[in-house]
């Protein structure tokens, strides 16, 4: 699977968007983009994930870039409840793909 | 159920004793993984079932841990003999087919602490 970049921490405003970057340059044409998060002492959350269109759910907004070697994770309105680490990866399908590796991600805080 | 649960949430043992971790996964879902997460760590993948049998064992740390599945739903992970090292949050995880792109959902974990 192809390795991603994020940064390691971020803060956001409560109530404002938080826009979470992630690199994936070396991304080939059959990987998929999948975000987690992680609230301490709580197990990983399936937030989103996409292929190469813009996706939309109830808790976010997935912009890949054309190119796809980049992605923004995007929570519209940042609630305290939304301070977590927040994993990017990469990961191909079919079979044996089921291994989930998570990096060091994000740490989004959000600030009242 | 709406979600994966592990039981027991928080479990304290002494060297050398024996744990039973439990895992329910999604109704329905026949894939089941066992990962483990250590203090400040990433995800470690233990374990994959689908339905009752597990064609990937390969990340069990040694012959002290094994796995089972009954009826396609609930999952056991068994130490023997713990160490200290295997203290850490184990995370179960489902989906509804398995083997390729299909979205995990995790349990909440349960954390072992070996004294």
């Known amino acids: 699977d192809a390795k991603t970049t994020q940064p390691p921490s971020m803060d956001c405003a409560e109530g404002r968007a938080a826009n979470l970057p992630c690199n994936h340059s070396t991304i080939s044409g059959n990987e998929y983009v999948y975000w987690y998060r992680q609230i301490h002492s709580q197990g990983p959350q399936y937030i989103i994930h996409?292929?190469?269109n813009n996706e939309t759910n109830e808790m976010a907004s997935l912009i890949i870039t054309e190119d796809r070697k980049s992605s923004t994770l995007i929570l519209p309105h940042a609630t305290l409840r939304d301070t977590a680490v927040y994993y990017c990866?990469?990961?191909?399908?079919?079979?044996?793909?089921?291994?989930?590796?998570f990096g060091k991600g994000t740490k989004l805080s959000v600030i009242p | 159920g709406a979600g994966v649960s592990q039981s027991p949430s928080n479990k304290v043992t002494e060297k050398g004793k024996d744990v039973e971790l439990r895992c329910d996964p999604i109704?329905?879902?026949?894939?089941l993984y066992w990962y483990r997460q250590s203090l400040g760590q990433g995800l470690e993948f233990l374990i994959y079932f689908q339905g009752n049998s597990a064609p990937d064992k390969s990340g069990l740390p040694s012959d002290r841990f094994s796995a089972e599945r009954t009826g396609g739903s609930v999952s056991t992970l068994t130490i023997q003999r713990t160490q200290q090292e295997d203290s850490a949050v184990y995370l179960c995880a489902s989906s509804s087919q398995g083997g390729g792109q299909e979205t995990q959902y995790f349990g909440p974990g349960t954390r072992l602490l070996v004294l």
């Open positions: 109704s329905g879902h026949t894939a």
């Open positions: 990866i990469v990961r191909v399908s079919g079979a044996g793909s089921y291994q989930l590796t």
């Open positions: 996409g292929l190469k």
